[in-house]
């Protein structure tokens, strides 16, 4: 389902919404945009991330805000990223435990899978690739954070293989959908990328293209991962949006540089 942002943005822009929402009335899932917030410079004015250099009194005030356009009331649960393949598991156990030791928990940690109601799984990108997932049958979410490094190492394929030792996730029951990042056409890389990608074993004549350098794909290669979980393509939704390109709405570190604010993807089940 590739669709261009038409329309999708909330009225007041401060969000973008997906069709997993108006499919499922007990799931509710969102990228934020750059619009409606606190935060000033390159991070005007909607960045929820505490790690990017944004001022810490302009990032609470703008979590408050996104919490209150949740349709309940839910926790961010918002890890410390490093491009690594760490998927952490929240269930009741670690909701109970104080806010210190749930930070160190969130440290160096890619990707979270909970099955526990009103904990809004996000995570923070700016052409990175966010990727949320449902578990229909088993009421089972996840939200990934795959950057090119995440990707080549199949962040979304470990993502979903813990959701399967953790609560059985089968694909044949998962919807997912790949927000907002960078595009093929803006994504230009070094041949060193483009190698490490094909030293993988990724289908490069379906993810990579030669221009004046090379362009990698990094929508359809985690939609690979998906599909060769038994997803059904029919059931992965695939924003369209480029970062790059509509960084009016979005942020994106190749246009801003990385001291910028962040988008925060989350799902919950309500």
Sequence with gaps: ?????????????????????????????????????????AYATFNC?????????????????????????????IPHQ??????????????????????????????LVSDVPKACLCISTADCIPVL????????IAAIHAGWRGTVS????????KMRQAYGTEGKDVCACIGPGISQEAFEVGDEVCEAFRRAGFDMERIAVRKEKWHIDLWEANRMQLMAFGIEPSRIEVSGICTYTDNEDFFSARRQGTASGRILSGIMMC
């Design 49 to 77: 991330n505490a790690y990017c250099g944004d001022a810490c009194d302009a990032v609470r005030k703008n979590r408050g805000l996104l919490c209150s356009l949740l349709p309940e009331d839910a926790g961010l649960l």
């Design 1 to 41: 389902m590739n669709r261009k942002n038409d329309g999708r943005l909330t009225s007041d822009k401060r969000m973008l919404k997906y069709g997993l929402t108006e499919l499922y009335s007990n799931i509710f899932c969102f990228s934020t945009t750059r619009h409606g917030g606190y935060s000033e410079g």
């Design 133 to 140: 997932c449902y578990d229909v049958r088993r009421r089972a």
């Design 154 to 161: 199949r962040i979304v394929s470990k993502t979903l293989e």
């Design 82 to 111: 490093v491009h690594g393949t760490e998927v952490r598991v929240i269930d009741e156990a670690f909701l109970r435990k104080p806010e210190s030791e749930k930070a160190r928990l969130l440290e160096g940690v890619d990707a």
